[in-house]
């Protein structure tokens, strides 16, 4: 046999052998060489497997086996480039699926044209069948296993890491418990209690979806299309090359094809941006702790020498602060109520999809929204089991709890519908909706807010019909309420806001600009007049004599009493966003956005005393997401504080802070 021939036999017998070895490597091992020697192997042998979960990830969210392989390489290129970032190296199946599933719902929402355009032709025959008095069939009924595909995809990614992980290698990639629990590094019995648990909580979230499955067909949901959905060879050896060039520190271009190089990119931004606000919350946490620290230290050294001299009374030193950011309630927070108890904490969140929608001729985007109902366990300092997800194409404009913290009200919009909103109550401790009555059925109608005046009594607001805003009162005992008119406004005005007194004696009632007050023992409404834009928010404080405004541009504080302004409360002519008063009355919350040039230069909390009408803090916003939604907890030393926000590609940013305030507005 010639020298060439005998050598290119041998070079394949050793490359055989070195893959064989490799199988037999933990993916922390396999890791370690990539990252340290750049072993082509190593990572072949990863990409071998897990590259089928991956791919199928793609497949399921998008349908397409070309978007899917998009999404393969995309995902194996952000792991050739963060191999050294990863945290659990011994198995990081978790990890991938995590990436895969964030990059395909990201070209998912890129791609949404198509299904924007069948939802309408869908709501479309909706609308004919209800106008020629057919029953509508329902939506839950006609699911498809794609469909439930998807949402299981979404509710393991949502899971914690310590039970997704044995999920993804056993229900997934299809390993044994023994090898699961040997590559996460667990004992077989800490691997089952996590199987277990992660199991229930799917299942629970999967429940609250409206999907009652067994794990037999969860399995079948992932497992479809094992045949199909193989890696093609093609793509394994591309991802393979353009890894290792990218591990090198050379550009993948010149392999993959420019829609994967731009999604790994912002795959890769997203992921320093992450790291960024991480490690500027330690810092500041940091900088607070050596702040602290020298005070303590200055205080000793002042004490061992000279007598010090007594500190002068007034205006508190100023502080750092840093709030908590509670992660895994979805990418945007529209609103955040407490309950009266103070040991859950109600928070609506919200995900944009979005598509198009032609305008004077001109295509502009669309944001259809996706809101969940989710609830904060204070004293566990976790998120209860007991998520309340919302179809789609559904705006939540009101959220309320009731005086016994039992039941959550709140007011759909639905956008696929002609006319009609619903307001819905939740069971807090079950997490199941209980009841679901229209607040009105006429088309071109509006449900703008909802308050509990007792725990059987709810008050809601808006426009019934289109020419009339009012308020009605429904009695939630029924098992139908029905909403009697308690106010209505003039023709051409709007009713923006309505809050009634701790002792339920007075009522004020913003009409536009202007608030209409009854206060205790008079029947005869009081107008207050100064705001020169729409009010957003009305609250009383607990002597109900105080009631506080707020409107995009001010917020004023009055006695309800004789109708006498007391307070404006300056905000240097800034737009707001959010008002929140504190349960003793004594501090006002506003949310700002800080304007320079015309231009958005960041946002903050500025904290005020309703008695003078002074600025006690500031609380300073870190990151491009501002505050929409203020609620302070029934003791007044902890602000939640929600941010809801759409970057210019239309991505949806949110955060929840909880700021730790003190004694100071108790």
């Not at 990436?99 to 924007?116: D, P």
């Not at 015309?598 to 003078?612: C, I, N, P, S, Y």
């Not at 941010?643 to 991505?651: C, E, Q, R, S």
Request: some cysteine; overall charge positive; aromatic content about 4%.
């Amino acid at each position: 046999m010639p020298r060439t021939q005998t050598a290119a036999l041998l070079g394949c017998v050793r490359s055989l052998k070195q893959r064989e070895e490799a199988r037999a490597l933990s993916d922390g091992e396999l890791l370690r060489r990539f990252i340290g020697q750049n072993d082509e192997t190593a990572f072949r042998a990863i990409v071998g497997r897990h590259g089928p979960m991956v791919f199928r990830v793609g497949l399921r969210l998008l349908h397409s086996e070309q978007d899917a392989e998009d999404v393969f390489q995309a995902t194996f290129l952000v792991l050739a480039k963060k191999a050294a970032a990863v945290q659990r190296q011994d198995s990081i199946g978790s990890w991938l699926f995590g990436v895969a599933y964030r990059l395909a719902w990201r070209m998912k929402r890129s791609l949404a044209r198509q299904r924007v355009r069948d939802m309408r032709a869908r709501d479309m025959r909706v609308r004919d069948m209800r106008a020629r008095g057919k029953r509508c069939p329902d939506p839950l009924a006609a699911l498809s296993v794609r469909e439930a595909q998807e949402i299981v995809d979404a509710e393991l990614a949502r899971l914690p890491e310590r039970y997704r992980g044995p999920l993804v290698l056993c229900c997934l990639e299809g390993a044994t418990r023994d090898e699961a629990a040997r590559q996460l590094g667990l004992t077989p019995s800490t691997l089952k209690k996590r199987l277990e648990r992660g199991r229930a909580l799917l299942h629970k979230r999967l429940g609250c979806r409206g999907l009652t499955v067994t794990g037999a067909l969860i399995a079948s949901f992932v497992a479809e299309g094992l045949a199909s959905a193989a890696v093609p060879a093609l793509l394994m050896t591309s991802t393979i090359k353009a890894a290792a060039i990218v591990a090198a520190g050379g550009a993948a271009t010149a392999v993959v094809s420019t829609k994967v190089a731009a999604l790994t990119q912002g795959a890769l931004r997203t992921m320093l941006l992450t790291k960024l606000k991480i490690a500027t919350a330690l810092l500041l946490m940091i900088l607070a702790c050596i702040g602290a620290g020298s005070i303590v230290l200055a205080c000793c050294l002042s004490t061992a020498g000279e007598p010090q001299a007594e500190q002068p009374q007034g205006k508190q030193a100023e502080r750092t602060v840093v709030p908590k950011s509670i992660v895994g309630v979805g990418e945007g927070v529209q609103n955040v109520v407490w309950g009266p108890n103070g040991k859950f904490l109600a928070v609506l969140t919200n995900i944009y999809d979005v598509g198009e929608d032609v305008v004077n001729g001109k295509k502009q985007p669309l944001l259809f929204e996706h809101c969940t109902l989710m609830l904060w366990d204070v004293e566990k300092q976790e998120w209860k089991l007991t998520a309340v997800p919302l179809e789609a194409k559904v705006r939540v404009n009101a959220l309320a709890v009731s005086p016994d913290g039992k039941t959550l009200a709140f007011g759909l919009h639905d956008l696929s519908r002609i006319g009609g909103d619903d307001i819905r109550l939740v069971d807090v401790e079950k997490g199941k909706v209980t009841k679901s009555f229209p607040f009105s059925t006429e088309p071109g109608t509006w449900l703008m807010g909802l308050v509990f005046t007792s725990n059987d009594s709810l008050a809601a607001w808006g426009k019934d019909v289109p020419e009339r805003s009012v308020v009605k009162v429904f009695d939630v005992k029924k098992e139908k309420p029905e909403g009697a008119v308690a106010i209505k406004a003039d023709p051409d005005t709007e009713v923006t806001c309505f809050a009634i007194s701790f002792n339920g004696r007075s009522d004020a009632l913003a009409i536009d600009n202007t608030i209409k007050v009854v206060p205790e023992g008079s029947n005869k409404a009081v107008d207050l007049e100064g705001h020169s834009k729409r009010i957003f928010a009305l609250a009383f404080s607990p002597k109900d004599k105080v009631l506080v405004s707020g409107s995009r541009d001010t917020v004023k504080v009055w006695d309800v009493s004789d109708g006498k302004l007391l307070h404006t409360l300056t905000t240097d002519d800034q737009p707001l966003n959010a008002m929140a008063l504190s349960p003793s009355g004594k501090t006002v919350a506003i949310g700002i956005v800080v304007r320079k040039d015309e231009k958005v230069a960041g946002h903050e909390v500025r904290l005020f005393d309703v008695q003078t009408g002074k600025l006690k803090r500031t609380l300073k916003v870190t990151g491009k997401v501002g505050i929409t939604t203020l609620a302070f907890s029934p003791d007044g030393q902890t602000l939640a504080a929600g941010g809801l926000a759409v970057d210019a590609d239309y991505n949806t940013l949110g955060e929840l802070r909880l700021w730790p305030l003190g004694k100071d507005t108790k």
